[in-house]
């Protein structure tokens, strides 16, 4: 706690102490704060509405925060966001919401859209975040949280909230630009975007981009500190590459966008009883998606949408861990893989009916043409496991937001899903928004959604009895404008968690938790003083073992982030500086993790010529030291993060 208060007042001096030189300074333009920019949100309602009318609780953030604090993958967007926190095992990025964060959920109980397009593919349910992300940051417009349950719109995975990420059109840009980064760890990154809009209204948006870092070069695990183990070093064990292409095309009521990205990371923590200090030991995951939409406003003045999109997904994961008929491990490669193919259609109404009812009614259709998994011996070449499997699932869904009075939003919403493995669930959301005045909102929710287990939980190590986790949320909001461009928020907010899919020892799954997590978040956010654009928020949460009263592992007390950005040198140069407190935590074993703090600095400039951006930025900048849990597939029961790392970028649109 101490540490805590030390950083937000260290902080706050340092607001108060520059702002007073860049009171008088005129307001860049462009630099407008956050809710001036992005007035409205998508994905709480399927449609375009008031933030303060929307039937949860939002945050957007947007291109320009992103360019600020230099964020470069979509977890460190979501990061710095209130009442969420990331754990990072040296392969996939795990985002934690309101206290819950399961050890290897692959982020299933997260929903993250692109465009409005599911992207949590049909193997393991995984959402991905980090460097294996289908969208380089540079092609967001801005990112839409969603909090709370939100089946009823989405069907599963929305148990916690939903992310859409808004990418950008053709007419963002203004031809061609080119972008390299190059840090520490001997990290590179280089891209290249075309966009442009053409005669008639086409918008034409394509990019490509490729990222390499070498890693860490020594990772040290006392776990494995034994001669036989290298003494517990992991060696030149831990690079990441990845490539993305994306591209999109608009044009009057028709959308078409696909998207690709292939990432390979060494793996130096000898997860899943492999050979630790083994450079043969890898992950690959790819992805890609084509996806098009038609969206038409009918003379009713109801509004059709109609999409249809191609998904795949594929992973392959190298691991020296083979086992012979004892059951002793031989050290001989083995290979997973997982292959997902799928297509999904949906057909949506929206509109008015009585002037004060506002609606949505739709059906989702989603065909899983593979799902197929499998576990072998790479040499000499044996087959261990196979497991083929196709299925279907089918989802009706409505909601009608009524104005009951001038003031008054009743919002009701249900969905009904069905799937070919084990039936049906039917999921509401209900809320009470009352617009006490122009600056002042007022929100009462309520919500269920449900979390299917994925084939990966259910097949891979055969676990047929699952069924579907099930949450239940109440939240009670209150959102102000404490000035035009100042907004607080204030949440109190209760889960409860039945039916929750835990990973056993013998890697099989379990329906075996249940769990309540109560809290209160809140935020300020928006031009705090003076020129200075910033977001403060503190999280107080308390997420627990319906059963055993424990606290769940992964699951930190308090939570506080302090966000600040602020022209520097007329419209040239900026600075943009951000604090993360994460409490204690536990471990699976039981153990205590430490509180940490990290600070992340950005310096960038623009205009210094025509089209010419320039950024550096350091992360962790106080080298703090600090662990993140561990999960079940691990010898480690925490797993040491990096420290100091550092950035340059450089940016050109050639007008």
Known sequence: MRMLQRVLIFFTLLSIAISAPLRAADDPVGESVLFQEIPSVYAASKYEQRIEEAPASVSIVTADEIRKYGYRTLAEVMRS???????????????????????????????????????????????MLGTESLVNVDLIDHVEIVRGPSSSLYGTNALFGVINVITKRGRDLRGTELAGEYGSLDTGKVRATY???????????????????????RLYYKEFDDPSTNNGIAENNDSDTAANQFFKLYRGDFTLSAAHVRRVKEVPTASYDATFNDPDQHTVDQQGYVWAEYAH???????????LSFDAYRYD??????????????????????????????????????????????????????????????EPYEVIFVDKRKSRQWSLFLQDEWRAAPNLILNFGLRHDDYSEWGGTTNPRLAMIYLASPATTAKLLYGEAYRAPSPYELYYTPSPWLKPER???????????????????VSLFRYWMNDLINQQDDYTFANTGDAVTDGLELEVEGRLVGTIDGRISYTNQRARDTNTGALLSNS???????????????????????????????????????????????????????????????????DERYSDPGGQEHVQDSIPQDGRIYRFKIQYEFR
Do not use: C
Request: zero cysteines; aromatic letters at 10%; proline letters at 2%.
């Open 81 to 127: 966001q209130r009442g969420m926190y990331v754990s990072y095992d040296r392969n996939y990025t795990y985002l934690g919401v309101r206290g819950f964060s399961r050890p290897t959920d692959y982020n299933s109980r997260v929903l993250v859209l692109i465009d409005g397009h599911r992207t949590n593919e049909n193997i393991y349910h995984m959402a």
């Open 195 to 217: 966009g442009t809009r053409l005669s008639g209204g086409t918008e034409v948006l394509g990019s490509l981009s490729a990222y390499k870092s070498e890693g860490q070069d």
């Open 297 to 307: 406003t009918l003379e009713s003045g109801q509004r059709f949408t109609a999409n």
């Open 317 to 378: 994961g190298t691991y020296g861990n083979a086992v012979d008929i004892n059951g002793d491990l031989t050290g001989e490669l083995t290979k997973d893989y997982g292959d997902g193919r799928w297509w999904t259609t949906q057909l949506q109404l929206t509109g008015q009916a009585a002037e004060q009812h506002h609606y949505v009614v739709g059906i989702d259709l989603q065909y899983n043409t593979a799902q197929d998994q499998g576990n072998k011996i790479l």
């Open 471 to 489: 949450i239940r949320t109440i939240e009670a909001a209150l959102e102000h404008s404490l000035r035009p461009n100042v907004r607080a928020v």
């Open 556 to 622: 930190p007390r308090q939570l506080a982030k302090v966000n600040l950005s602020a022209p520097l040198y007329g419209n040239m140069f900026f600075g943009g500086i951000e604090t993360q407190y994460v409490g204690r935590r536990s471990t699976l074993s039981g153990s205590t993790l430490d509180a940490y703090a990290i600070a992340n600095i950005t310096l960038s400039a623009r205009g210094l010529a025509p089209g010419l951006e320039l950024s550096v930025s350091a992360y962790n900048a106080t």
